[in-house]
């Protein structure tokens, strides 16, 4: 009787062991909203997804969901950084999180997986609208296997719709068809595997760049602007080689450099923008650059200036704005400008809306016969709003954008009239530029914008260095500016960019000039890079739309 006792005993005191094992061999995940980027109507994918992937990645003794009360302590993840606060505030072995692109009858998912030790996987997809779910459950199989290590669930995966190569694979984007659509490999892939190439690293931070033929010689210069000197480049052999450099005067402050052939000798001038901080004005310049040598058309000029095409012909226009020493622009408007004899005067007019300046304003052709043109202007607070040509507001970005480090002190002393200056002034951060764009030759215009990525920039609002950044293609899709394709992220702080041939091979570029981040403690250790990724339109069908993968 007592061996009976003893043995159950020992089974009993087993078993208690052994559930306690399985119960500890339980792992929790999170499945926190999705970020969608579509028209208004497909909103309901931001909890509709997450609910779904949950319920699918379920496996009983496991791996298991946390609990509601614990997911509503993460709250919304964009980075690594916030997934790390996520795994902490829910207690989850894992947090998942992505973002979903809407675009006419296809979607694309973009699924990031993160555990407590630091490690990330990635998943994305290409899809039918119809076919979500299907695809959902090609995602979560392919997690399942590769992430959980849960066996027999590749087939799923392998068999979720395959994406054509995209038009670069640099950029992040999706396709509407199975056919090979390419702008560039490194859009997609990181890495540098032929279809990127990079200046060698120049011992100077920099303001601006631009690229044009600016010495009349048929081919392309690039320029690069510092806080202190204007440098001209040809591109050879994958370096940039010095054509010539140009001091800026003594006490101004560089603002931005364009480019416009003025006197139609095909070489265009160099439009360089200055401001004097002592006066509180802007004080800019026209240099021409023919024969490699320098010379001064426009000086000391009292208007901040800018490059744009206007509406209705989008031919580039000259356009200035005089200064005002206690709100910076003058509220006398932005006008188009004329060069006569070695100064500059006003002309015609604009006709903007409230709160546009010179330098935060580009227009974005219409569609003919679907949409008309409109007018996308960089806020103060550095969202994009969106007129349409009577000057009714349409639209404004909740996320941010340009990124420009470039800030003019803003000299309100009034109450009630701006921010407080009290502590520390205030800075007018000068707008990167925004390119209107139509690389698909389908007449659909889209609108290329700078956004940089900064923990740091998100809690002190004159935090200006970047350690990343993205260029984005930014389309109209009837109701706000989605996204069309991105950059992957782009180490450094982005000063600048440009649609050229840099290097005059007869491929259009897209090139990128930035600022390394040697850190936090380092800034004055930055240097310039100028990077080119290839945009190879030939392969470019004009009926395949690209947007995000």
């Keep these: 009787m007592h061996l009976i006792f003893r043995t159950a005993f020992v089974l009993c005191t087993m078993l208690v062991f052994a559930a306690q094992a399985l119960a500890a061999d339980v792992r929790s995940y999170a499945v926190l909203p999705f970020k969608v980027n579509g028209s208004s109507g ?47 505030s829910t207690g989850a072995d894992y947090v998942i999180w992505g973002d979903v692109t809407v675009m006419g009858n296809d979607a694309s998912l973009d699924v990031l997986v993160r555990d407590k030790a630091g490690k990330e996987w990635r998943k994305g997809t290409q899809t039918p609208v119809n076919d979500l779910i299907a695809a959902l459950q090609g995602l979560s199989d392919a997690i399942n296997a590769e992430v959980f290590g849960r066996g027999g669930m590749g087939k799923s995966a392998a068999s979720a719709p395959v994406a054509a190569a995209p038009f670069n694979p640099n950029l992040v984007q999706k396709e509407a ?5 390419y702008l560039n490999p490194q859009f997609r892939y990181q890495g540098s595997d032929g279809t990127r190439y990079r200046s060698q690293t120049l011992p100077y931070a920099s303001v601006g760049m631009l690229v044009a033929d600016v010495n009349g010689d048929g081919k392309n210069e690039v320029v690069v602007l510092s806080e202190k000197r204007l440098y001209v480049y040809q591109w050879q052999s994958e370096r940039l080689m010095p054509l010539g450099e140009y001091a800026i005067p003594t006490r101004m402050m560089p603002l931005t450099i364009r480019s416009i052939d003025l006197d139609r000798d095909r070489a265009d001038e160099i439009v360089l923008t200055a401001y004097e ?28 200036l800018n490059v744009v095409r206007t509406a209705p012909d989008f031919t580039p226009v000259l356009v200035g704005q005089k200064g005002d020493p206690s709100r910076i622009f003058s509220r006398g408007g932005v006008y188009e400008m004329l060069k006569q004899g070695d100064t500059l005067v006003q002309s015609k007019k604009l006709d903007l809306p409230e709160g ?9 052709p219409g569609t003919e016969g679907k949409e008309t043109d409109k007018l996308v202007v960089l806020t103060d607070e550095e969202r994009l709003r969106v007129f349409s040509p009577q000057g009714s507001q349409l639209n404004q970005t909740d996320e941010k954008f340009s990124g420009s480090a470039i800030g003019i002190a803003e000299q309100t002393h009034m109450p009630g009239m701006g921010k407080s200056n009290v502590l520390i002034p205030s800075q007018y951060f000068v707008p990167l530029r925004m390119i209107p764009m139509d690389l698909e030759r389908d007449g659909t215009w889209e609108l290329l914008v700078n956004k940089p990525i900064s923990v740091s920039a998100q809690f002190f609002e004159n935090y200006r260095f970047f350690p990343e950044g993205e260029v984005q293609s930014l389309y109209w899709d009837g109701v706000g500016l989605s996204l069309q394709w991105k950059t992957r992220r782009i180490k450094g702080s982005v000063v600048d960019f440009a649609l050229s041939d840099p290097n005059n091979d007869g491929v259009q570029d897209l090139v990128v000039c930035l600022n390394t981040h040697p850190g936090a403690l380092g800034l004055q250790n930055r240097k310039t890079v100028v990077v080119a990724y290839p945009l190879d339109l030939s392969q470019m069908d004009p009926k395949t739309a690209p947007s995000l993968e």
């Design 42 to 88: 497909f909103t309901y994918l931001e909890k509709a997804i997450p609910s779904m992937l949950t319920s699918r990645l379920y496996w009983q003794g496991h791996f298991q969901p946390v609990s509601d009360a614990a997911l509503a302590k993460a709250g919304r993840v964009s980075d690594a950084a916030g997934a790390a606060k996520a795994l902490a």
């Design 177 to 181: 068809t199975q056919r090979q659509v």
């Design 277 to 304: 901080e002592e006066y509180t004005q802007p004080y800019s310049y026209i240099l021409s650059f023919k024969g490699n040598n320098f010379r001064e058309l426009v000086t000391r000029a009292p208007y901040y």
């Design 356 to 364: 546009v300046n010179v330098m935060n304003f580009a227009w974005l």
